[in-house]
């Protein structure tokens, strides 16, 4: 069984940073593209960010230079640094992987990591 664990988030001001990062363990045979969505309260669940297997990245226009999206494919995990936190930038943040594994080709997600960005 695989499973995504988040970590990081929390209470930020405006401007500030905060690092998010999500660790995959289980029967992993590899992982082709990762990413970072985000929801906030009543919106729909949007995509923040992604990276392939190869790093290649794609960022929201709303995040472009402020947010970067890393993985180490040796440890199964992938980084999303954000600088110049903005209130819009609050949401409950999720990874998303599609990892191979002993069932095949599946999509996985974590389990969410609040972001807040307020004064």
């Known amino acids: 069984q695989v499973q995504l664990v988040e970590s990081g988030g929390g209470l930020v001001q405006p401007g500030g940073s905060l690092s998010l990062s999500c660790a995959a363990s289980?029967?992993?045979?590899?992982?082709?593209?990762m990413a970072w969505y985000r929801q906030a309260p009543g919106k729909q669940r949007e995509l923040v960010t992604s990276?392939?297997?190869?790093?290649?990245?794609n960022y929201a226009d709303s995040v472009k230079g402020r947010f970067t999206i890393s993985r180490d494919n040796a440890k199964n995990t992938m980084y999303l640094q954000m600088n110049s936190l903005k209130p819009e930038d609050t949401a409950v943040y999720y990874c998303?992987?599609?990892?191979?594994?002993?069932?095949?080709?599946?999509?996985?997600w974590g389990q969410g990591t609040q972001v807040t960005v307020s004064s």
């Open positions: 998303n992987m599609d990892i191979h594994g002993m069932g095949g080709r599946t999509d996985y």
């Open positions: 289980g029967s992993i045979f590899s992982i082709n593209d």
């Open positions: 990276i392939t297997s190869r790093g290649r990245t």
